[in-house]
Structures are given as structure tokens and as C-alpha cells.
């Protein structure tokens, strides 16, 4: 069996090419970065060290890499004859491996299983949005995709921390894992890899990780920010920022309860093992990482205004959450171009045109009017 994954970064060899190689797949990473690229085309194996309570080390091999920027033919050929192909390069990337996958998928024999793709990603339905890239590159035809290709969106959680200079190719994580599949797409036929979890429907799943993990994460990262931490554990160690983090998991936990039905013990349950999850003084992550592309996380259907316009629908004000906005619209990192990117839009707009553009947000949506005016103290800071 053998996989095209793209993107060989943090969650692409800590976490889907551990778990796939585990399952038995030889697994092609393709990425554009050229030195990464080189190095694990001369590596025979790399190590994944889980961190934290139970610590372990895992041998990874049976893998090739391939410069998907200077070798596009080789990674289209690959995917013509793959089982799977798998993503983990941010959901703004994904309409970049699209045409890859496109060919790929034209180019497949007719006899061959249909190819199985999973976008790994930290967005809603991600796996929705290579399809459509996918679909509209129209490198195959409609009825090519139907039939040489299921599309299954998953949500994949594990934290893996921007790795320290000198590690090579090994990369630390934290020892916990959850990879959720849609089963429906498959019809019966699902990939056996040991660790994950089938589901009919995966909605629920997805926005309880987005909106509980993701959204705790990034006001963790942001509060920290403002607090003048650096790293996630040692923010999660301040009682005020842990405070805030809190009070936002608390608004995030009544959306969730009352629109996907998970039962109030079962989600506090979840947010108080992500807390110790944060806490994880092992792990090197930083605001910085955890914060970055401060845009795609204040945009409409992400992990803060997501959740709190939907509180705003029915009727509550979600005043924690708006906090949390107020702390990531004041996100500085020279580094980050979203960071600087939003900056800028402050400073050049009126606050209702900032509030639009930033959030998505219609100037009738009755969360408008809240996040307006906590984009008015942050331009008047
Ligand atoms: N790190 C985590 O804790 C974590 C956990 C769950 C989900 N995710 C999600 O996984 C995705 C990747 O995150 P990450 O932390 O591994 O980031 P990363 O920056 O470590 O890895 C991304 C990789 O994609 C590569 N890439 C960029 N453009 C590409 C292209 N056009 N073709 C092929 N490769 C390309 C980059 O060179 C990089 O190696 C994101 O969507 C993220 O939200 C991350
Ligand atoms: O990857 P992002 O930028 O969407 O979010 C940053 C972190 O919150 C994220 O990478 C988490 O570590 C991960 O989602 C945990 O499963």
C-alpha cells in the first residue's frame, strides 16, 4: 500500500506519516521545501518522541520524498499509482497540490481502487475544499473523479511544535492523538490504520476539535502574547490568561452542548484534558506558532467567530469570546505576514470596514455590532 502525503512539516511526519507507516504504507512525502526534501530523500529513518505523561519513541521508515515544486511529473506519477493521498500543508495550500492531485487522478489506470483522499488540516470540511480545487482544475474530467477517487474530510488533532534547529529530521509530540474519518465516502471499503476513528457523520467532531481545542489554543496563544510569554505551557501557567482560556471554553462548551448534543459531563471532560494537554511543560510550543496567520483565525467560520456568531444567533452574548478577539486582533509578530497584514488594516480603515473584512462579518449579523467595537479599542490603542 502506498500513500502520496503532502507535506512533510510537523503534522505530516509526527503524526500522519507515523500513523500511516504504522498501518503499513509506504509513504511518498512530497513538499516544496528543498533542503527538507533532500534531507529526508538521504534518511532511511527518522523518530517521533512523544512527550509528556508515558513518553515513547517511534521509528519511522519505508519512506521516499519528492520536490513536488521541481518534480511535479514524479509526483503525479506517484498519486497514479497510490492508495491514498493525504495533506497536511495549511487550508490555504491546498488549492497548490490540487492540480497534482488532478493528474493524478486522470492518469490512473481504470482497473485500479479508487484513490483515497484526506486533506489533514485545521479547518471545516477541509477535505470539501480540495475536492472543489480538484474538481475545477479540470485536469480530470467530472466523471474521471466520480469514479477514481473518494474524497473523505477528517479531523485530525495532536500537537506538534515547530521543531528546534538541529533535531533533523525527528520531531517531538505530545503522546496524545485523535484522527476522525467520514466513513461514508468509502462505502464500506475504509482504510484499515490502526488509531483511527470511523464516523458516520463528522461534523460534531470537527467543530468540537475546532472550536475546543483550536479556539483554547489560539486564546491561550494570544493572551500569553499580550502577557509577554513565549511559551503555551507557561501561559497556560498564568492564572489570569488560564482564567480567560477558560471563560471562553465555557461559551464555546454551551454552543456545542446545545447544537451537537454531546452531553454537558462529556464536554467538560474534554476541555479539562485539553487544559492539561496546554500545560504539557515537555512540549516546546510557542504563542508564536499557535497564534500565526491571526487572519485565518479571526475569519468567518474559524475557531473565534465562528463559534461566538453562532452564539450571537441564538441570542446570547458571548463575552469571553470577544475578549479573545480583542487580544488576537493586537497580535504582533514581524515574522508573520498575517500579523503585520493585520496591522495594517487597522491602521487603514474605519472600524466598521476593518470589522467586515477581518471577520466576514455582515454589518447586520447581530455579533456586528459587539466585534466592531472591540476593533475600535484595538485601533485605539
Ligand atoms: N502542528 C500541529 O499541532 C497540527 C495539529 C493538527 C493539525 N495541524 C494542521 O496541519 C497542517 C500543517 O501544519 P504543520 O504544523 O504541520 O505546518 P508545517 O509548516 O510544519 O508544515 C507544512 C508543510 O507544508 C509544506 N508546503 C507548503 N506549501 C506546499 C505545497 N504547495 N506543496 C507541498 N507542501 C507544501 C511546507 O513546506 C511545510 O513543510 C495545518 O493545516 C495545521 O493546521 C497542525
Ligand atoms: O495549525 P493552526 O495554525 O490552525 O493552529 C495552531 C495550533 O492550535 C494547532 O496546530 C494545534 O497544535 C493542533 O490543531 C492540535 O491538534
Not at 519512506?63 to 515544486?69: C, E, Q, T, V
Not at 486564546?219 to 477558560?246: H, N
Not at 475569519?299 to 463575552?319: D, M, Q, T, Y
Request: aromatic share 6%; glycine share 8%.
Amino acid at each position: 500500500m502506498k500513500t502520496v502525503h503532502f507535506g512533510a512539516g510537523n503534522i505530516g511526519r509526527g503524526f500522519v506519516g507515523l500513523l500511516l507507516h504504522n498501518a503499513g504504507y509506504e509513504i511518498v512525502f512530497a513538499d516544496v521545501a528543498a533542503a527538507l526534501i533532500d534531507q529526508l530523500a538521504a534518511a532511511d529513518s527518522y523518530q517521533v518522541h512523544e512527550v509528556g505523561e508515558n513518553p515513547a519513541v517511534h521509528t519511522v521508515d519505508n519512506f521516499r520524498a519528492l520536490n513536488s515544486a521541481a518534480a511535479p511529473d514524479a509526483v503525479v506519477a506517484e498519486i497514479a499509482t497510490a492508495d491514498m493521498v493525504t495533506t497536511a500543508v495549511g487550508p490555504n495550500i491546498l488549492k497548490f497540490v490540487a492540480p497534482l492531485i488532478a493528474r493524478g487522478i486522470a492518469a490512473r489506470d481504470a482497473g485500479l481502487a479508487p484513490l483515497q483522499v484526506m486533506a489533514c488540516e485545521n479547518a471545516i470540511n477541509a477535505t470539501d475544499i480540495l475536492e472543489a480545487a480538484v474538481r475545477a482544475d479540470g485536469a480530470a474530467g467530472q466523471a474521471a473523479v466520480d469514479s477514481a477517487a473518494v474524497f473523505a474530510n477528517t479531523a485530525v488533532d495532536r500537537i506538534v511544535p515547530n521543531q528546534a534547529p538541529g533535531q533533523g529530521l525527528d520531531v517531538t509530540v505530545e503522546t496524545f492523538f485523535e484522527w476522525v474519518i467520514d466513513k461514508t465516502p468509502f462505502r464500506g471499503a475504509e482504510p484499515a490504520i490502526p488509531g483511527v476513528t470511523f464516523v458516520d457523520s463528522l461534523g460534531p467532531y470537527i467543530e468540537r476539535k475546532l472550536f475546543t481545542v483550536n479556539t483554547g489554543h489560539a486564546s491561550t496563544a494570544y493572551f500569553g502574547r499580550a502577557a509577554g510569554l513565549e511559551k503555551i505551557s507557561d501561559a497556560m501557567a498564568d492564572p489570569s490568561v488560564q482564567a480567560r482560556v477558560r471563560a471562553v471554553l465555557e461559551e464555546t462548551k454551551q454552543l456545542l452542548v446545545a447544537k451537537h448534543g454531546f452531553a454537558e459531563a462529556e464536554q467538560e471532560a474534554y476541555v479539562q484534558k485539553i487544559l492539561v494537554r496546554f500545560a504539557n511543560e515537555h512540549l516546546p510550543d510557542t504563542v508564536v506558532r499557535v497564534g500565526r496567520a491571526p487572519l485565518r483565525k479571526l475569519s468567518r467560520h474559524e475557531r473565534f467567530i465562528g463559534p461566538a456568531a453562532e452564539l450571537a444567533e441564538n441570542g446570547v452574548k458571548p463575552a469571553a469570546l470577544l475578549e479573545a478577539i480583542g487580544a488576537a486582533l493586537r497580535f504582533d509578530d514581524p515574522g508573520d505576514a498575517e500579523a503585520v497584514e493585520l496591522a495594517s488594516i487597522l491602521a487603514d480603515n474605519p472600524a466598521a470596514a476593518a470589522t467586515e473584512r477581518i471577520t466576514g462579518l455582515a454589518p447586520a449579523h447581530p455579533l456586528f455590532a459587539a466585534v466592531n467595537a472591540v476593533v475600535e479599542a484595538a485601533q485605539a490603542r
